[in-house]
């Protein structure tokens, strides 16, 4: 795992330099005063600034790391040994341990038919109305209480609108002390003074992504400022102790190879790929002010989204949730699996996208919200891969008349009519196993 990691990050620095060649741009560089001033100025308007990035091309967009995911091997595997392991007929051909239903039935046993939740209308044993009133009663005397543990636990039941904002900084550890703004301002200083050009690489992606999106693109300035101070964020690099990847080095000119002149680059060790942007967007509806909305990002990066980039056999890691799709998906619905697969659309082609984003972009903001309560409260990314998977179930009659990769992508373009937490209930508790 680590080495395919490896040798994914040389093939992303690869085309970040010759990006850096091609348009003889340097990698980073001290603004003159006058552009310091200028960006000072529009620091809250960055969105009307329309720069020319025809030129630049995202790194790597989500497709590309899943022709590195599909190549993966286990050497140890090569002479046949695990016969069972043969018959999985996915893309994913390494053999990590994932959960069936009966575990994730135990694991999400919250989500189950005879408890509330929120994002469900008409839950079978108490009137939604009398449920909501006393999951908010309570919600607030959690956060009376400031008790981490206990704003988890409560969460996996869903989280009311009016509360969530403050129910994610509490499980998140966040309160706004003044030395968070002061730091804050620091990295929005280094983002005056420096030019970098993972700058340009974060302007096209929102331009690509959130601009485009009927629910985000009023968010433009709030990204821009999210993601330019988060490139510079040096605290960033802690997370790489836990994570299979390692941040990329850059040398001071002419000092290539000299470890002394080595510094990472970007600062923060993170290079956004396409749809990056997209990680930071939802947060925009809950945190309005700059530093609190940046914490709130930064955390639950370092917690969970880096997972869904790096290669690991991390139960949250991106391998293992597309096994575990792929896997749900040949045992619990074979029919589909196999005929999506002998028409050349295999389901992960389709799904990957979803995962990597989180979600986000696809669902309803709303229903995004439901989700990342439940990834918050499990402190797993796992029901990602139990709804990619619970989706095609839901979409099962009109994916079985399907012939083609093309028409299977049509049936599932566009997911913002689902709602999420009955397609969950029904897939894993529902489903007959």
């Known amino acids: 795992m680590r080495k395919a990691q490896g040798s994914w990050e040389k093939r992303i620095l690869k085309s970040l330099n010759s990006m850096c060649t091609?348009?003889?741009?340097?990698?980073?560089?001290?603004?003159?005063?006058?552009?310091?001033?200028?960006l000072l100025n529009k620091w809250n308007e960055m969105g009307t600034d329309e720069p020319d990035l025809s030129l630049f091309r995202p790194v790597y967009a989500p497709k590309d790391f899943l022709e590195v995911l599909i190549n993966l091997?286990?050497?140890?595997?090569?002479?046949?040994?695990?016969?069972?392991?043969?018959?999985?007929l996915g893309l994913i051909q390494v053999p990590l341990k994932v959960k069936d239903i009966p575990e994730l039935k135990e694991f999400f046993v919250e989500l189950g038919l005879t408890t509330g939740q929120l994002g469900i209308d008409d839950s079978t044993q108490v009137p939604p109305e009398l449920f909501e009133n006393e999951h908010v009663r309570i919600g607030h005397k959690v956060l009376a209480e400031q008790d981490s543990a206990a704003a988890q636990q409560y969460i996996r039941q869903g989280s009311p609108t009016a509360l969530r904002a403050e129910l994610w900084a509490l499980i998140l550890n966040i309160s706004s002390q003044p030395e968070d703004v002061l730091y804050y301002e620091q990295l929005k200083t280094n983002v005056i003074q420096h030019d970098l050009l993972v700058d340009s690489l974060i302007y096209k992606d929102v331009k690509l992504t959130a601009s485009n999106d009927d629910y985000y693109f009023v968010f433009e300035d709030y990204l821009y400022q999210v993601l330019l101070c988060f490139s510079r964020d040096t605290s960033v690099l802690g997370h790489f102790a836990y994570n299979s990847a390692?941040?990329?080095?850059?040398?001071?000119?002419?000092?290539?190879?000299?470890?002394?002149?080595?510094?990472?680059?970007?600062?923060?060790?993170?290079?956004?790929?396409?749809?990056?942007?997209?990680?930071?967007?939802?947060?925009?509806?809950?945190?309005?002010?700059p530093s609190k909305l940046y914490q709130i990002f930064r955390e639950m990066y370092v917690r969970f989204f880096f997972r869904l980039h790096s290669i690991s056999s991390h139960p949250s890691g991106i391998v293992s949730l597309c096994l575990l799709f792929e896997t749900l998906l040949q045992t619990y619905l074979p029919q589909l699996f196999y005929h999506l697969r002998e028409i050349g659309a295999q389901p992960l082609r389709i799904s990957f996208k979803w995962m990597v984003r989180a979600f986000s972009g696809y669902l309803a903001t709303d229903q995004l919200l439901l989700l990342w309560d439940r990834i918050l409260g499990y402190n797993s990314l796992e029901i990602l891969a139990v709804?990619?998977?619970?989706?095609?179930?839901?979409?099962?009659?009109?994916?079985?008349?399907?012939?083609?990769?093309?028409?299977?992508?049509?049936?599932?373009?566009?997911?913002?009519?689902?709602?999420?937490?009955?397609?969950?209930?029904?897939?894993?508790?529902a489903t007959v196993t």
Do not use: W
């Open 22 to 38: 091609e348009l003889s741009i340097p990698l980073a560089r001290k603004r003159p005063v006058g552009e310091q001033k200028e």
């Open 73 to 88: 091997r286990n050497p140890n595997y090569e002479n046949g040994d695990s016969l069972s392991f043969r018959t999985h």
């Open 246 to 289: 390692s941040p990329p080095k850059s040398y001071i000119r002419g000092k290539l190879g000299i470890e002394e002149y080595a510094v990472f680059y970007p600062p923060n060790g993170v290079i956004p790929f396409h749809g990056f942007s997209m990680y930071v967007a939802p947060l925009c509806f809950l945190y309005h002010e």
């Open 387 to 429: 709804l990619a998977a619970a989706v095609f179930a839901f979409r099962a009659v009109n994916l079985m008349e399907v012939t083609s990769l093309a028409a299977a992508e049509a049936v599932l373009a566009d997911l913002s009519t689902l709602k999420v937490m009955p397609l969950l209930q029904i897939f894993l508790f």
